[in-house]
């Protein structure tokens, strides 16, 4: 892809395994992060600092498995009781935007792209920054990176947008300024 996005959300529910998860790729003033969101997985929520080598390993998929011909993918499959759902929104800094959304089906590749995506952020674990108790909204990371010289960002409401309290908003912007 000539023009490299600055927001990916990979969301899956498979509800046959117990994998629910929302993986997200951030860019934004202060820099590229992951975060995710795991229920019923031994895992964590999290952010961690992206390199430029991570951000590269998520485009070149997105290239491998022809994202953008999952643009505008809409189906319902409701004739399976148990199954999954998938959805993907990929944005560029240009406006551009790749929506696709399934039930029990998808468009070729975005599984596949999804289950890489995972993998990726299985092997920076241990570089992801959790916090007992702080539960990340779709919303939390845009507003943490965002630059915040003349806007009015308070840890109050960086709290309200983790879900968490005042000093534990402080702890997670401090270690994502190191």
């Known amino acids: 892809m000539k023009n490299t996005p600055n927001y990916i959300q990979f969301r899956y529910t498979g509800m046959m395994i117990g994998d629910i998860y929302t993986l997200y790729y951030v860019k934004g003033g202060k820099g590229a992060y992951l975060y995710k969101k795991f229920m019923m997985m031994e895992d964590t929520n999290g952010v961690c600092r992206v390199d430029e080598e991570t951000e590269k390993r998520l485009f070149a998929l997105l290239d491998e498995f022809n994202a953008p011909s999952w643009n505008g993918f809409y189906k319902n499959n409701k004739n399976v009781l148990d199954g999954y759902s998938a959805d993907i929104t990929v944005k560029y800094p240009s406006g551009e935007k790749i929506s696709a959304v399934g039930y029990n089906e998808s468009p070729e590749g975005m599984l596949s792209f999804g289950f ?63």
């Open 116 to 178: 890489e995506m995972k993998n990726v952020f299985f092997e920076k674990k241990e570089e992801f920054i959790t916090f007992e108790g702080m539960d990340f909204n779709k919303d939390a990371l845009p507003y943490i990176i965002k630059e915040n010289g003349k806007d009015d960002f308070t840890l109050e409401k960086a709290a309200r947008n983790l879900e968490c309290d005042e000093e534990t908003a402080k702890r997670v912007l401090e270690e994502l300024e190191k």
